[in-house]
């Protein structure tokens, strides 16, 4: 058999015929990789239900308008770091990668990296296009490629093209404060319909019982510290001095953060977005948090960012406040540099919520990545996406 190479695209060509690539018959044929463009929001939101939600019903105004918002509207977007389709022989769109471009900061340099959300294909056409599409995210291509919701057959696809993965970003962590309420709102993820039932009066008694016998559903608090309401500039100028310990952090300028910001903001399936910062007991910031609140149900831990060597302080002080807040638990992308403080709560589990995958063609990158040296997730990953949950 004779070896395959791939063209700038991303597709397969035979190295010694590669004058069938310029030949339209096969080209049509096969197929072809390209940027995806505004006026194929239709085509990619019903490719969307189909393959998430099960229906063949076209993409609703809500979809169509924040796929547009998501893919197009970025002030970083680039054709070259935007999604991508795959057009069949008939010229329709039967598979496609949703991309974001993030920027991050890598030592003293800034890159433009790419997020992918979503890795959608259909039929048996589909199945060949997402092949050529993969192969457009191998590590050879990329500055650096990520995603943090991955199904273990992309994960597959991810290690075969060079890729790596994170099994530390790959959990979530969950504090638990009050049982019977958390395993209802799990309930609630299984079927939504029982929202409409008063379940939650009987679990309220349920849960101050186990509080009762159980004392460690209540988080202690962090002798000195306190935690108060905080901007989001606040956020992003402490982030821009405290993430510099780290080699791969986000850059988060203000033009893609207040983008970020609004974004998530719209996602109010998960609750309402918050900032809070936790102050020591000299009255300095130790910490920030951002996170979703949803009310009597889950704290969702976008970003915890702290201070060299007060993770446990903050990590302690902000469960003790989610606590106090009424939430039943708080749950997050475990970091590798929280571990510590994290495993040191009680009433703590872990969960594999979906691979976090990367690649790069850059050897340091990687080496960051693998050892721990790098801070990624929440608004530099895919958390803040409403198309995890409301579409």
């Not at 379940?199 to 306190?226: E, M, N, Q």
Request: with cysteine; hydrophobic share 40%; net charge positive.
């Amino acid at each position: 058999m004779k070896a395959i190479e791939m063209d700038d695209t991303g597709v397969m060509v035979a190295p010694d015929s590669k004058d069938m690539a310029a030949d339209p018959i096969v080209a049509r044929r096969r197929g072809r990789v390209r940027p995806m463009k505004r006026g194929d929001i239709a085509a990619v939101a019903k490719l969307f239900n189909c393959i998430f939600r099960k229906n063949e019903a076209d993409g609703s105004r809500e979809l169509n308008r924040y796929l547009e918002t998501v893919t197009f509207s970025s002030p970083l977007y680039t054709p070259e770091t935007g999604s991508i389709v795959h057009e069949n022989a008939e010229g329709e769109i039967d598979s496609a990668v949703l991309s974001v471009p993030m920027q991050l900061q890598v030592g003293e340099r800034t890159l433009t990296a790419r997020l992918l959300c979503a890795f959608m294909a259909k039929g048996k056409s589909g199945a060949l296009g997402a092949a050529h599409l993969a192969r457009t995210f191998r590590a050879k291509h990329q500055d650096f490629c990520f995603s943090d919701n991955a199904s273990p057959r992309s994960a597959d696809h991810w290690e075969a093209g060079g890729g790596h993965i994170l099994p530390i970003q790959s959990l979530e962590w969950r504090r638990v404060f009050r049982p019977f309420t958390s395993n209802l709102q799990r309930l609630y993820v299984a079927a939504p319909a029982l929202r409409k039932l008063p379940l939650r009066i009987v679990a309220l008694p349920l849960d101050r019982l186990a509080r009762r016998l159980l004392p460690s559903f209540k988080p202690a608090t962090a002798p000195g510290y306190r935690v108060e309401p905080a901007g989001y500039e606040e956020f992003r100028e402490y982030a821009s001095t405290v993430l510099k310990r780290f080699y791969v952090r986000p850059a988060w300028s203000a033009g893609e953060f207040s983008w970020l910001i609004g974004l998530a903001s719209q996602n109010l399936t998960c609750g309402t977005l918050n900032c809070r910062k936790v102050l020591d007991p000299k009255g300095e910031t130790a910490g920030f948090v951002l996170y979703f609140g949803e009310a009597n149900g889950i704290a969702r831990v976008l970003n915890l960012i702290c201070t060299q060597g007060r993770e446990r302080e903050v990590v302690g002080q902000l469960c003790a406040f989610f606590d106090t807040e009424g939430y039943c638990d708080a749950r997050g992308m475990a970091q590798p540099f929280l571990m510590k403080a994290i495993m040191r709560q009680r009433q703590l589990t872990f969960r594999h919520s979906g691979y976090f995958c990367m690649v790069s063609r850059h050897s340091e990158i990687v080496d960051a990545a693998l050892s721990g040296d790098m801070y990624i997730g929440g608004l530099a990953s895919e958390s803040w996406s409403n198309l995890l949950v409301a579409f």
